[in-house]
């Protein structure tokens, strides 16, 4: 207890950025190296979009390289990294949403989501995970965006209560009651979307 | 007393095993005899277990280059990524003596800590410096190249603060930098390997 062999212990986020903010450039490398996947599949269950989520998780990377001394030790690194990519993928929503509303054009993209030649499976059980997955995404996308941060966060990233409130600024309280919502709705949709896709077969 | 709107709301805490144990009892009788609230309880729960196994997604082949690239772009455009005290270029005599002396120091110091071959000494004189053409290799990528990197940065943001400078001025002054960072082509380090510049010739007239 008295002797502790940190030698060994891998270092801790805050570790490393705070051997980053001491222009440590290492640092930063290990850091993506320890986000880069979760952020980025954070940012793809958020946006259903694979060149968006990329984009967004570049642009997280560089404003923590911009931005460094603007984290402070108060915080959880993760919940400030987090924070980034989810207000940068809420933006690139908001962006979407008034492109989509120029563009009348594509609103026949629905029907496409379901067909197996999408698929790039080759077995039977892969192309029925596939499209499981294909579908739980498309039930996702259409969830309002309180309901789909909630969501991503807790289930699928799985963090705690605790941080999802604390990515979102909301209270506890409210990002539980949120959540229950959250799932509600989301098991609801895949009800529908799943018997719609029944009927079409 | 739970009824279903009770159930439905506190459904999450129930699965996830937060109610008090009066709590759970009450829900549980409820679940007993509402097969509504069963059958919802069942799909919430396998929609968790669905959403925490999905598959992970992860960055493309790309990404670590991309990276470096824009951060590459970020060091040439001038988001000054290290912070220096702010030296006000003034046009007096006393400042210029100074950033000569500065950039003596900052020759010198090249000197010391990267240039392994093929030195040339910087060339200082009352009304010229000159710094010529220099490459240093970092041979470890972290001490080291924070300093060389320290130093293209530094270079660049004076070059640009002359640049900006009203050429109507007593003196004139011409500072040419080149900042060139090399990155490895192989590795995921997003920081080059290799950083050279060329700054040439500043000229102070009085
Ligand atoms: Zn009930």
Same mark, same amino acid.
């Given at each position: 207890?008295?002797?502790?062999?940190?030698?060994n212990?891998?270092?801790?986020?805050?570790?490393?950025?705070?051997?980053?903010q001491?222009?440590?450039?290492?640092a930063?490398?290990l850091?993506?190296?320890?986000?880069?996947?979760?952020?980025?599949?954070?940012?793809?269950?958020?946006?259903?979009?694979?060149?968006?989520?990329?984009d967004?998780?570049q642009?997280?990377?560089l404003r !923590?390289?911009?931005?460094k001394?603007?984290?402070?030790?108060?915080?959880?690194?993760s919940?400030?990294?987090?924070?980034?990519?989810?207000?940068?993928?809420?933006?690139?929503?908001?962006k979407r949403?008034?492109?989509?509303?120029?563009?009348?054009?594509?609103?026949?993209?629905?029907?496409?989501?379901?067909?197996i030649e999408?698929?790039?499976?080759?077995?039977?059980?892969?192309?029925?995970?596939? !499209?499981?997955?294909?579908?739980?995404?498309?039930?996702i996308d259409?969830?309002?965006?309180?309901?789909?941060?909630?969501?991503?966060?807790?289930?699928?990233?799985?963090?705690s209560?605790?941080?999802?409130?604390?990515?979102?600024?909301i209270?506890?309280?409210?990002?539980?009651?949120?959540?229950?919502?959250?799932r509600?709705?989301?098991?609801?949709? !895949?009800?529908?979307?799943?018997?719609?896709?029944m009927?079409r077969? | 007393?739970?009824?279903?709107?009770?159930?439905e709301?506190?459904l999450?805490?129930f699965?996830?095993?937060?109610?008090?144990?009066?709590?759970?009892?009450?829900?549980?009788?409820?679940?007993g005899?509402?097969a509504?609230?069963r059958?919802?309880?069942? *799909?919430v %729960?396998?929609?968790?277990?669905?959403?925490?196994a999905?598959?992970r997604?992860?960055?493309?082949?790309?990404?670590?280059?991309v990276?470096?690239?824009?951060i590459?772009?970020? &060091?040439?455009?001038?988001?000054?990524?290290?912070?220096?005290?702010?030296?006000?270029?003034?046009w007096q005599?006393?400042?210029?003596?100074?950033t000569? &002396?500065?950039?003596?120091?900052?020759?010198?110091? &090249?000197? %010391?800590?990267?240039?392994r071959?093929? *030195?040339?000494?910087?060339?200082?004189?009352?009304?010229? &410096?000159i710094?010529?053409?220099?490459?240093?290799?970092?041979p470890?990528?972290?001490?080291?190249?924070?300093e060389s990197?320290?130093?293209?940065?530094?270079?660049?943001?004076?070059?640009?603060?002359?640049?900006?400078?009203?050429?109507?001025?007593e003196?004139? %002054?011409?500072?040419?930098?080149?900042?060139?960072?090399?990155?490895?082509?192989?590795?995921?380090r997003?920081?080059?390997?290799?950083?050279?510049?060329r700054?040439?010739?500043?000229?102070?007239?009085?």
């Amino acid at each position: 207890m008295t002797k502790q062999p940190i030698k060994n212990k891998p270092p801790t986020d805050e570790d490393l950025i705070s051997r980053f903010q001491n222009d440590d450039l290492a640092a930063f490398d290990l850091i993506v190296h320890r986000y880069k996947n979760q952020l980025l599949n954070f940012a793809y269950r958020f946006l259903g979009n694979t060149e968006e989520a990329e984009d967004v998780v570049q642009e997280t990377f560089l404003r !923590l390289y911009r931005k460094k001394h603007a984290y402070r030790q108060i915080a959880k690194f993760s919940t400030w990294i987090y924070t980034i990519t989810g207000n940068l993928a809420k933006t690139e929503l908001r962006k979407r949403k008034r492109r989509k509303l120029i563009s009348i054009s594509d609103m026949g993209f629905e029907e496409k989501e379901y067909e197996i030649e999408d698929l790039r499976a080759d077995t039977a059980r892969d192309a029925d995970e596939f !499209l499981k997955e294909k579908i739980i995404q498309k039930a996702i996308d259409e969830l309002p965006i309180g309901f789909k941060q909630v969501i991503v966060l807790r289930d699928i990233q799985e963090l705690s209560y605790e941080e999802v409130g604390k990515i979102l600024k909301i209270p506890l309280g409210t990002v539980k009651s949120r959540v229950n919502r959250a799932r509600l709705k989301l098991q609801a949709k !895949l009800k529908d979307i799943v018997d719609k896709n029944m009927i079409r077969q | 007393m739970t009824d279903c709107y009770k159930f439905e709301k506190r459904l999450s805490d129930f699965l996830e095993g937060s109610l008090s144990t009066n709590e759970k009892e009450s829900f549980e009788r409820h679940l007993g005899k509402c097969a509504k609230c069963r059958e919802k309880s069942e *799909q919430v %729960q396998l929609l968790r277990n669905t959403l925490s196994a999905l598959p992970r997604h992860k960055t493309s082949p790309s990404f670590d280059a991309v990276l470096r690239s824009n951060i590459r772009r970020e &060091i040439k455009n001038g988001g000054s990524v290290f912070r220096f005290p702010k030296i006000n270029f003034a046009w007096q005599l006393p400042v210029f003596a100074a950033t000569a &002396i500065l950039f003596i120091a900052l020759g010198i110091l &090249i000197d %010391q800590a990267f240039i392994r071959n093929n *030195q040339l000494s910087p060339i200082a004189s009352a009304n010229k &410096i000159i710094l010529e053409s220099r490459t240093f290799d970092t041979p470890s990528p972290h001490k080291t190249f924070q300093e060389s990197l320290k130093i293209t940065n530094y270079v660049m943001d004076r070059s640009r603060s002359l640049e900006r400078r009203d050429k109507k001025r007593e003196y004139s %002054q011409s500072l040419q930098v080149k900042g060139n960072t090399d990155f490895h082509p192989n590795d995921t380090r997003s920081f080059p390997s290799r950083t050279n510049f060329r700054a040439t010739t500043v000229s102070v007239r009085f």
